[in-house]
């Protein structure tokens, strides 16, 4: 399987904003539906957003109101998570994951690929 690579991750203040970056190998972005999930302590890993290889996108709209942009770079073969106005709830381990193509899935049974995570961590 094709290996994720997530990075960008750290500690930042209430309201700020991080860039997570997702690498893969040679043309996996160009091919397959990219998704971004996150995992906090003691919940269930939840889906955040996701990329077609049209480029359509899907967020859930539960928590990131207009705050997260997914967006990719077909030529780096990269995956970008910006997060902006971040908030103590957001702290989780991010992943990034690959699913066959198709449209942008919310379930993480569909992503048959993932990254090791990044950690973030907004503080107050």
């Known amino acids: 399987q094709a290996q994720l690579v997530e990075s960008g991750g750290g500690s930042v203040q209430v309201g700020d904003s991080l860039k997570l970056s997702c690498t893969t190998p040679?043309?996996?972005?160009?091919?397959?539906?990219m998704g971004w999930f996150r995992q906090a302590p003691g919940k269930e890993r939840e889906f955040v957003a996701a990329?077609?290889?049209?480029?359509?996108?899907?967020y859930n709209e539960d928590f990131v109101q207009g705050r997260f942009l997914i967006s990719k770079d077909n030529v780096k073969s990269t995956v970008y998570l910006q997060m902006n106005r971040l908030k103590p709830e957001d702290t989780a381990v991010y992943y990034c994951a690959a699913a066959q193509p198709g449209n942008p899935s919310r379930m993480s049974t569909s992503y048959d690929n993932w990254g090791q995570g990044t950690q973030v961590t907004v503080s107050s």
């Open positions: 990329i077609a290889r049209s480029g359509h996108t899907a």
């Open positions: 040679p043309r996996t972005v160009m091919w397959y539906t």
